[in-house]
T-cell receptor, first 115, second 112 residues
């Protein structure tokens, strides 16, 4: 257990529905990352927060995706109008602000299946 | 971030040392080498990282060549629970997003 928690751990939804995932980072960490991992591939970066500010978004993050981190604590990732191609493991990671050699600690992930 | 090359799979006997190689020939002077592993259906687990010098912690040792173009992760006494996909990542260790760029990794199987 790294101290990063994600909820839910599994989600099954029908195409076209909206889903929201939550990530609770390690409390003293001000950096928070979302990644997506499809079967047989390594995780891919989606977006990054420093405190409450979303500072970078990947091209993978289409208009249907939105992420927030109110008050710089927990974060949510919402997918609107889900598609079958959204089926993946969604991973959250947090890290301290050290400036050099930062280590990211990952949560257990939320596995999404879109039917 | 520099690209890394790892063998797709490796086998090792339980109790022996597992040596996982990684090539990063285009690494820059300020890029760190990170190793993570991912056991089936879990989130990636941080193992170790280094810049120039060799590093050791309770999980593993990291040997970085003098020219920094390659490195080796050593699990000194592999157990069945070390079976996982191991990712070698190089990343700039300065201000910024510092996102991790994962490759395909090495699937390490520890055999009894």
């Amino acid at each position: 257990d790294t101290g990063v928690s994600q909820d839910p751990r599994h989600k099954i939804t029908k195409r076209g529905q909206n889903v929201t995932f939550r990530c609770d980072p390690i409390s003293e960490h001000n950096r928070l990352y979302w990644y997506r991992q499809t079967l047989g591939q390594g995780p891919e970066f989606l977006t990054y927060f420093q405190n409450e500010a979303q500072l970078e978004k990947s091209r993978l993050l289409s208009d249907r995706f939105s992420a927030e981190r109110p008050k710089g604590s927990f974060s949510t990732l919402e997918i609107q109008r889900t598609e079958q191609g959204d089926s993946a493991m969604y991973l959250c990671a947090s890290g301290p602000r050290r400036g050099r050699g930062e280590t990211q600690y990952f949560g257990p992930g939320t596995r999404l299946l879109v039917l | 971030d520099a690209k890394t090359t790892q063998p797709p799979s490796m086998d090792c006997a339980e109790g022996r040392a597992a040596n996982l190689p990684c090539n990063h020939s285009t690494i820059s002077g300020n890029e760190y080498v990170y190793w993570y592993r991912q056991i089936h259906s879990q989130g990636p687990q941080y193992i170790i990282h280094g810049l120039k010098n060799n590093e050791t912690n309770e999980m593993a040792s990291l040997i970085i060549t003098e020219d920094r173009k390659s490195s080796t992760l050593i699990l000194p006494h592999a157990t069945l629970r070390d079976t996982a996909v191991y990712y070698c990542i190089v990343r700039v260790g300065v201000q910024g997003a510092q996102k991790l760029v994962f490759g395909q990794g090495t699937r390490l199987t520890i055999n009894p």
